[in-house]
């Protein structure tokens, strides 16, 4: 509301202000609604990080769904593993991702999965009984979100781990807590309104979506790279004139290996890692 015409976040493809960010993901909750979700229904979710994922976690708040965003490597066997302690009544993938095996076999899965009835395709060409992602993007919003809104106090979201030390982990987090969260790195990173954050790490790990949970606090821009090579994200500093970067320690070393007075870095103030420790 104070910030309407601010940069929200941006990708390779699509941009946001704060006051098309608000409509769209009204439409998107709406829609989600319509299809007959349940509140506290819980969605499956693994897509590349993007200004779209920034759509559907906050449509998911606004029509009180529960995400879990799953590592955009992860295959039948890890989804599987999800889809077991989680009953999604949602499921969201690009399935051009997948070998088409592979797919048949998740598709197989997903068929038998107690309360699983709704499956959106991010993909080019929807796959036979998918929904396409602009039927959810697409139509008016509804007066049916307004009561449906995570409180304070209620889980709204489900992290999950990559099993890099172990079987995956599936972490409850209710609201409150990732917006005291968010506070706190906001505090910690002295972030403002003219800050531009580069996601340079997924989102569906704590290095990405725990620096996101800043913007309910501080309206700072997000970024969000095409890709993860260390020379484009490091020309995407320059270019859109990024001030801090949230990465990971693979990603780190990657930046740090390269010449770096070649690129134009003089306004980039901050960096954050996280997930584990930077051995450097």
């Given at each position: 509301a104070a910030y309407p015409n601010k940069l929200a976040c941006r990708?390779?493809?699509e941009t946001y202000s704060w006051k098309r960010l608000d409509e769209v993901t009204d439409d998107i909750a709406a829609n989600l609604v319509a299809l007959g979700i349940a509140r506290d229904a819980r969605a499956l979710v693994q897509m590349a990080s993007s200004a779209r994922e920034v759509l559907l976690r906050i449509a998911f708040k606004k029509a009180g769904i529960i995400g879990a965003f799953v590592p955009v490597q992860w295959r039948r066997r890890e989804i599987e593993y999800v889809v077991e302690r989680i009953a999604p009544a949602l499921a969201i993938l690009a399935t051009d991702a997948f070998a088409a095996e592979e797919?048949?076999?998740i598709d197989a899965l997903f068929a038998v999965a107690p309360g699983l009835a709704h499956r959106i395709d991010l993909g080019a060409r929807p796959?036979?009984?998918?929904r396409p992602w602009d039927d959810l993007v697409?139509?008016?919003a509804s007066p049916g979100i307004s009561d449906r809104a995570f409180a304070y106090n209620e889980v709204s979201l489900i992290t999950v781990s990559s099993g890099t030390s172990g079987i995956a982990k599936l972490c409850q987090w209710p609201e409150a807590a990732q917006i005291c969260v968010g506070k706190g790195i906001g505090e910690r990173l002295r972030v403002t309104a003219e800050d531009n954050i580069g996601v340079f790490a997924p989102m569906s790990g704590a290095a990405g979506v725990l620096a996101w949970t800043v913007s309910?606090?501080?309206p700072a821009a997000y970024t969000f790279p095409a890709t993860f090579s260390p020379d484009a994200l490091l020309e995407l500093v320059g270019e859109v004139g990024i001030t801090?970067?949230?990465t990971v320690p693979v990603i780190l070393a990657r930046l740090a290996a390269e010449p770096?007075?070649?690129y134009d870095l003089s306004g980039l103030r901050a960096l954050r890692v996280g997930t584990a420790a930077a051995d450097m």
């Open positions: 990708d390779a493809v797919m048949d076999a796959r036979r009984d998918w697409e139509g008016g309910a606090s501080v801090i970067i949230t770096l007075d070649r």
